[in-house]
T-cell receptor, first 115, second 112 residues
Framework: NAGVTQTPKFQVLKTGQSMTLQCAQDMNHEYMSWYRQDPGMGLRLIHYSVGAGITDQGEVPNGYNVSRSTTEDFPLRLLSAAPSQTSVYFC??????????????FGPGTRLTVL | GENVEQHPSTLSVQEGDSAVIKCTYS??????FPWYKQELGKGPQLIID?????GEKKDQRIAVTLNKTAKHFSLHITETQPEDSAVYFCAASGAGSYQLTFGKGTKLSVIP
């Protein structure tokens, strides 16, 4: 049981380039989400998914796309990277709940620099 | 939407002393309040959480208290150890919602 895995760990992009940050979990969790972490800003929700085929926007969705074709994977796409997207990105997942919010498990993060 | 304020932003304590971190939230409908510890270069890890039907919860040296009326909750770490040094985040979420709103974090340093 690997938990939540993210690849790559580090990435440097030039402005305008595109890339996909990968996130996978092997815990059969329905809920998955992406956060970005910037110095002094805490973690801010980008997009989330409550199950395969269902995604929705969080607090800071602009410039990012997501899709959820399987329960295990939740990739985050940057279509045209901008320096403002330099950040550390975390993926998280949570098991199905009966109505109460449950523990979110975080991956190790991807550190992205956009030049 | 929900707004979570966390303070202090930095905290230094002597080994063996207690540390207290406080958070306030704005949405009275929020009912789930986790605390995460983040070590350098790693993802946040849940250390304790509390739901709005409970006023206090303890787990060994860690405790969390919740005051729903005042809309604030606190993390208490007793007998601090150097390995407690990390950044701590509080968060809040509403009933049936998966969306966590985080505070901006507290960097705790435990001085041997």
């Amino acid at each position: 049981n690997a938990g939540v895995t993210q690849t790559p760990k580090f990435q440097v992009l030039k402005t305008g380039q595109s890339m996909t940050l990968q996130c996978a979990q092997d815990m059969n969790h329905e809920y998955m989400s992406w956060y970005r972490q910037d110095p002094g800003m805490g973690l801010r929700l980008i997009h989330y998914s409550v199950g395969a085929g269902i995604t929705d926007q969080g607090e800071v969705p602009n410039g990012y796309n997501v899709s959820r074709s399987t329960t295990e994977d939740f990739p985050l796409r940057l279509l045209s990277a901008a320096p403002s997207q330099t950040s550390v990105y975390f993926c998280a997942s949570s098991p199905p709940t009966s109505g109460d919010t449950d523990t979110q498990y975080f991956g190790p993060g991807t550190r992205l620099t956009v030049l | 939407g929900e707004n979570v304020e966390q303070h202090p932003s930095t905290l230094s304590v002597q080994e063996g002393d207690s540390a207290v971190i406080k958070c306030t939230y704005s949405d009275s409908a929020s009912n789930y309040f986790p605390w995460y510890k983040q070590e350098l270069g790693k993802g946040p890890q849940l250390i304790i959480d509390i739901r709005s039907n409970v006023g206090e919860k303890k787990d060994q040296r860690i405790a969390v208290t919740l005051n729903k009326t005042a809309k604030h909750f606190s993390l208490h770490i007793t007998e601090t150890q150097p390995e407690d040094s990390a950044v701590y985040f509080c968060a809040a979420s509403g009933a049936g919602s998966y969306q966590l709103t985080f505070g901006k974090g507290t960097k705790l340093s435990v001085i041997p």
